[in-house]
């Protein structure tokens, strides 16, 4: 097993976490295999590039010499096709690399859904670096762009733009910010920080088609109502989907939306694994998400994960408490467990807003037991061990509120959040008690 | 810092270029500049009350209309927009530009004073300096010196460029009261209180400014002349000691380095103020922490044994000057402190397993030859210890360090190297306090869990050009020698993931891990990242 031949296909947050751990763990030859780029760099922080915080060379997390120096061969190329029969990965240079084990962590790609016109120069997704370089290019110059979204990405886009002094149109499809996911309080509260920002948005509002002009490039979009809206440039930000197009010849690995896997991240094929965004889950092993998860944090577990297995120990993915978070503009979003965008059955809540508008925290438990099921929290940073804990061992919100100063994790001088919240919640639980 | 490159030395908060009320505010601020440079050539300065005045303002003014065209109108939040995109922040021909003019004003200022109208001694000043009289006067009753100009220019940037500072990071309150303590240790402590001082015929002394970053601070002069001013002048000298050996290593244990780094200090102060827009240009490679460690801790030998030299020599034998300190005690001392060091070092052995094997055996060497000096010096009784005369010592240092490194490099190339060249690489009184945070203090940077993205605001921001990111990414605690607590990272940070903490004491063996005296500080729990035990490491 030390001698192993180890090949994983992309060198984005899930591949990269599974060489770093297998060399950790093992003496395996290791070859990573990335088309996007010679180095891995972090994918959450392209944004950054272009707004100008940061140049490539600075979301990278590691030094050049850092791979070779822990024997991480890295192949800057595209994968072609697979033969799980004769364990080879055969690459477009014409090269070709024999494997003992396989890891496919070849992330995703922007969804569209055929709109017209959403090919012509000027209308983009966000997703690679290549589609940051064609960012950069296609807003060279314009004065004003269409976002078409209502998530993370689209939110991303909107920022970038915003920085070069761009009008921004945000169309929305739902009647609130990221409906499928943030409670309606939560959504007003970005919705407003957005339009603080400068950003344009339009709920219940659909793309219909792209207009070309004249030179060829976008000159405007028409909404589903009709509506022409004049622009340079169009983000298509609703989604993406795993990237496993490529892999449709090696017709042996079984897909669906994604490479289907099990709860040990193996594929139909022996030997042969799948992490990150590409995968499906045959069946989440954690019976509240959804059988594709794309988060850089369940990318970096899977990673782990896929190491541990490889090396001796065959470990099934178990994701824990779900945790996540996002930075809107200005303000920080941290969630841990769950809080739906609307309560479940038998769930009821507390939201606690700051007056300036900006900070906000939302506890979700069940009204019976009392029992805490999740938190999101605005401008107010939290601790993950805490809330981690507190959700593995089922406390109470009571005991959640109670404790919550041991979760603070502003930095100090900070008006002290949790006891607004503390005196809200206890406020409120005196009127219905 | 030189007021003739203040209005350049602002990076513009946005991509793009400048709005009208932002070019009238800088174009103000350039011509309060012009205001002070064309009184250069002058012999005499007409209205100078006056005309400093109007300069000034204009300055302050400008500097202040641009700020707040820049960040009031914009949302609170972090504004590093374009940062790599202007020329002058992103080392481009800008930068260079007021690289080559900060650089030429500390090598005027130090090496050819007499082009800012110093004159020879009895003789009446010119230019700039002649320009700054009647606030010496007012202040202290003394006409201005090229030092008064200096510190006055010195303090007007800080101030200028704080609020500036402020403005920008209004969101974030331990940045806010972190800046307006360093504006007013700058104002009170270093500028003020020594114009004051003069006033009242007492020796010139900056309390905050201590050895070995005051290297004058043990010279013959500077020990006589407090002595030789009754008893205040003896209260500067004890303070003086006191903060070096009793209030420093108390308060970094405490607070960590940053108490005095980026609390306190006039050099740190310049940086996080004027520097600011330049703290992203912080080498963050290895190789330079492995550079930066060597050359900051050879200074930090130099100070030392130039300092000791120096003392050495100027005490005369046993009561030979009817000083109560003498060379026999003076060396007695020296053993004292290398000898409390190793014994440190005996009862925590832990430490030293930390430190690789080069870093011990220079350690150890290094001691060693102290001693051997400091024995043979004892023996033969000349007047010199380590076969070095002192004075000449002294004088490369202050040539070497004092003005070449702290200021023409320290400050001149801050657009080039980032705006902590001479705090991470050169300041003595940093490795000091470098080493206490790094073995003895509660302080800590903490990572929050899992959340890192490994994006790299962090690391691109620390001005000490510590790679935080290679922490955060791996859930550990930062524990850095260098770490000035300037609590940008944590700013920056999109994801909630560091705090400046001054935590349990690393020296309570209940409160840390048994495994050493640091590393229950610096690994922090497991991360939560799902499975239960498995960690990020």
């Known amino acids: 097993m030390s001698n192993d031949r180890i090949v994983i296909i992309g060198n984005g947050i899930s591949g990269i976490t599974a060489a770093r751990h297998i060399r950790k763990r093992s003496d395996a030859k290791i070859t990573v295999v990335g088309k996007e780029s010679e180095h891995f760099f972090s994918r959450t922080a392209l944004m950054y590039v272009y707004m100008g915080h940061m140049r490539f060379q600075d979301i990278k997390p590691y030094e050049d010499h850092f791979w070779e120096k822990n024997r991480i061969a890295l192949k800057h190329a595209t994968v072609s096709r697979i033969d799980t029969s004769l364990k080879r990965v055969d690459l477009s240079d014409g090269f070709a690399l024999e494997y003992d084990k396989l890891i496919i962590a070849t992330g995703s790609e922007s969804n569209m859904f055929g709109w017209p016109g959403q090919h012509l120069p000027g209308v983009q997704g966000l997703y690679s670096l290549q589609d940051v370089e064609a960012m950069e290019a296609n807003t060279k110059g314009i004065q004003s762009a269409v976002i078409v979204g209502g998530g993370l990405i689209s939110v991303e886009m909107a920022e970038m733009l915003r920085t070069r002094n761009i009008a921004v149109t945000f169309l929305v499809r739902e009647n609130t910010f990221w409906g499928g996911i943030l409670p309606k309080q939560e959504a007003d509260l970005i919705t407003r920080h957005m339009r603080e920002h400068g950003v344009e948005l339009r709920f219940t509002t659909e793309l219909e088609e792209v207009l070309a002009g004249a030179d060829g490039r976008v000159r405007a979009v028409r909404t589903k109502s009709g509506e022409e809206l004049p622009c340079g440039f169009v983000g298509l930000a609703v989604g993406v989907h795993p990237n496993i197009a490529w892999l449709k010849e090696s017709a042996t690995i079984k897909t669906d939306k994604g490479v289907l896997v099990n709860e040990h991240l193996e594929t139909n094929v022996p030997d ?162 | 810092m030189s007021h003739s490159d203040h209005s350049l030395s602002i990076a513009a908060p946005h991509s793009g270029t400048l709005d009208g009320p932002q070019k009238a505010t800088l174009a103000l601020a350039a011509l309060g500049v012009l205001a002070l440079l064309v009184s250069l050539p002058m012999d005499t300065i007409p209205h100078a009350g006056l005309w400093l005045t109007g300069a000034l303002l204009a300055i302050v003014v400008g500097v202040l209309g641009y700020a707040w065209r820049s960040y009031a109108h914009h949302p609170a939040g972090i504004k590093n927009n374009g940062v790599w995109h202007s020329s002058l922040t992103s080392r481009g021909a800008m930068a260079l530009v007021v690289g080559v003019l900060l650089t030429g004003f500390y090598v005027v200022l130090y090496f050819y004073p007499q082009y800012l109208g110093l004159a020879a001694e009895g003789k009446a000043k010119t230019g700039i300096i002649a320009l700054f009289n009647p606030l010496s006067m007012l202040l202290s009753g003394n006409p201005a010196s090229q030092w008064f100009v200096y510190g006055t220019l010195y303090t007007v940037a800080i101030l200028s460029m704080g609020t500036k500072f402020i403005l920008k990071y209004r969101h974030n309150k331990y940045e806010v009261v972190r800046t307006l303590s360093v504006m007013f240790f700058q104002l009170g402590f270093a500028f003020l209180i020594p ?343």
């Open chain 1, 272 to 433: 042969v694994f799948a992490i990150g965004d590409c995968v499906e889950f045959h069946k989440h092993p954690d019976p509240q998400r959804r059988n594709i998860e794309q988060v850089w944090y369940t990318g970096r577990m899977m990673g782990e994960t896929v190491a541990r297995t490889l090396t001796g120990e065959r470990s099934a993915y178990d994701p824990g408490i779900w945790f996540n978070s996002a930075k809107f503009f200005d303000i920080e979003y941290q969630t841990y467990g769950w809080v739906r965008n609307k309560l479940q059955d038998g769930e009821t809540e507390h939201y606690w807003e700051h007056p300036n508008g900006k900070t906000a925290l939302h506890l979700v438990w069940n009204a019976e037991s009392r029992k805490f099921h999740g938190v999101n929290s605005f401008g107010f940073r939290l601790r993950h061990e805490v809330f981690d804990r507190w959700l593995r061992e089922n406390v109470t919100v009571d005991h959640v509120v109670k404790h919550l100063h041991k979760a603070a994790f502003d930095p100090e001088f900070f008006e002290r959040m949790e006891l607004a919240v503390r005196a809200s919640f206890n406020a409120k639980s005196k009127v219905t008690a």
């Open chain 2, 195 to 537: 114009e004051l001082l003069a006033r009242l015929s007492l020796p010139y002394n900056d309390f905050k400014n201590m050895w070995p970053l005051n290297y004058s601070f043990f010279d013959d002069w500077n020990v006589k002349g407090l002595l030789d001013a009754g008893g205040f002048g003896l209260f500067m000298l004890l303070f003086g000691v006191a903060m070096i050996f009793l209030i420093s290593p108390i308060l970094t244990y405490f607070y960590g380095k940053r108490w005095y780094c980026s609390w306190v200090c006039g050099c740190g102060g310049l940086a996080e103020t004027a520097g600011d827009p330049f703290r992203q240009l912080s080498d963050k490679s290895e190789k330079a922490w492995k550079v930066e460690r060597w050359v900051i801790h050879s200074v930090l030998v130099f100070a030392v044994v130039m300092t000791a030299a120096l003392i050495y020599s100027y005490l005369g034998g046993d009561s030979a000057k009817g000083f109560w300190l003498t060379r026999g005690m003076l060396l007695g001392i020296i053993v004292l402190v290398l000898g409390g060091v190793g014994a440190v070092l005996l009862i925590r052995p832990g430490m030293v397993k930390e430190l690789n094997n080069k870093v011990r055996y220079g350690a150890i060497a290094i001691l060693a030859a102290i001693i051997g000096f400091t024995a043979y010096a004892y023996i033969t009784g000349g007047s010199d210890i380590f076969f070095v005369e002192s004075y000449p010592l002294r004088k490369t240092y202050g040539f070497a360090i004092g003005a070449i490194f702290s200021g023409v490099v320290g400050v001149g190339f801050y657009p080039l190297m980032g705006s902590r060249v001479w705090c991470r690489f050169g300041c003595p009184m940093a490795a000091v306090l470098g080493m206490q945070q790094r073995f003895f203090s509660r302080f800590r940077i903490t990572t929050n869990g899992g959340q890192c993205i490994s994006c790299g605001n962090c690391s691109t921001y620390c001005e000490m050009g510590i790679d935080v990111r290679s922490y955060a990414q791996r859930g550990e605690n930062i524990v850095r020698s260098s770490c000035v607590g300037c609590g940008i990272c944590a700013a920056v940070c999109p994801r909630g993931v560091l705090k400046l903490e001054n935590g349990p004491s690393p020296l309570n063996p209940l409160s840390g891990s048994a495994r050493g005296l640091v590393s229950g500080r610096v690994s922090s729990d497991p991360i939560a990242i799902g499975k239960t035990g498995a960690t990020l490491r």
